[in-house]
């Protein structure tokens, strides 16, 4: 059974920074990729950034580019998300993602690819 679990979220104020972590058990396939989605009240769920194991490339959402950098390890089945300046309109339920077999190209921005999900992790920016 394929376990994500998420940790770090908070409460922060603008401008400030905040790491999620992620954690996958059970993840035992050769073939896989992990992203992070986020969700704030009343809107849909976002695409905030993956990792493409095999190179190393980032991918980010528009809106975190050039303030989240994402990172991980494939072996170990963990990937980050360092946040840095905040702003109100980051906050949001966080939530990790893993995908199996193809994730990658035009499907790796689609929440509909990925597998399996964690419970979330709430972030929340005051200004």
């Known amino acids: 059974q394929v376990q994500l679990v998420e940790s770090g979220g908070g409460l922060v104020q603008a401008g400030e920074s905040l790491r999620l972590s992620c954690a996958a058990s059970?993840?035992?396939?050769?073939?896989?990729?992990m992203a992070w989605f986020r969700q704030a009240p009343g809107k849909e769920r976002e695409f905030v950034a993956a990792?493409?194991?095999?190179?190393?490339?980032?991918y980010y959402g528009d809106s975190v580019a050039g303030r989240f950098s994402i990172s991980g390890d494939s072996a170990k089945r963990t990937i980050d998300l360092q946040m840095n300046n905040l702003q109100r309109e980051d906050t949001a339920n966080y939530y990790c993602?893993?995908?199996?077999?193809?994730?990658?190209?035009?499907?790796?921005?689609?929440?509909?690819?990925?597998?399996?999900w964690g419970q979330g992790a709430s972030v929340t920016v005051s200004s």
């Open positions: 993602a893993a995908c199996v077999g193809e994730c990658g190209g035009t499907f790796r921005r689609r929440g509909a690819t990925y597998d399996f």
């Open positions: 059970g993840l035992t396939f050769r073939r896989f990729a």
């Open positions: 990792i493409d194991w095999n190179s190393g490339t980032p």
